[in-house]
Nanobody, 122 residues
Framework: QAQLVESGGGLVQPGGSLTLSCTAS????????IGWFRRAPGEERDVVACINTNQLSTYYADSVKGRFTISRDSAKNTVYLQMNSLKPDDTAVYYC???????????????WGQGTLVTVSS
């Protein structure tokens, strides 16, 4: 089974930026729709952004639209989540996942990474 590994989380001040990376062993991410999800303290996991295999379709939750960008680097077998203008409400554990695009937009995925913590605080 594919193993997804997230990195790039950390502590950032409000208004700052972070870029999260999702890499995989034993699977070509270009062959899969990829999603980024997050779970804030005390809340359920929610979808943040998704990208399909040919990169013609992307989805963003309303709360991050205009601030976050999902993208792929095929040469590095990596999917990124560029996060700008971060707010304290963006504090969460962020997960990347493999699934079917429309199903991930609904909040579900098949394969999950272990997550990386993003804390937005002054």
């Amino acid at each position: 089974q594919a193993q997804l590994v997230e990195s790039g989380g950390g502590l950032v001040q409000p208004g700052g930026s972070l870029t999260l990376s999702c890499t995989a062993s034993e699977v070509n991410l270009d062959l899969h729709d990829i999603g980024w999800f997050r779970r804030a303290p005390g809340e359920e996991r929610d979808v943040v952004a998704c990208i399909n295999t040919n990169q013609l379709s992307t989805y963003y939750a309303d709360s991050v639209k205009g601030r976050f960008t999902i993208s792929r680097d095929s040469a590095k077998n990596t999917v990124y989540l560029q996060m700008n203008s971060l707010k304290p409400d963006d504090t969460a554990v962020y997960y990347c996942a493999i699934g079917e695009f429309r199903v991930m937009v609904a909040g579900y995925a098949q394969v999950w990474g272990q997550g990386t913590l993003v804390t937005v605080s002054s």
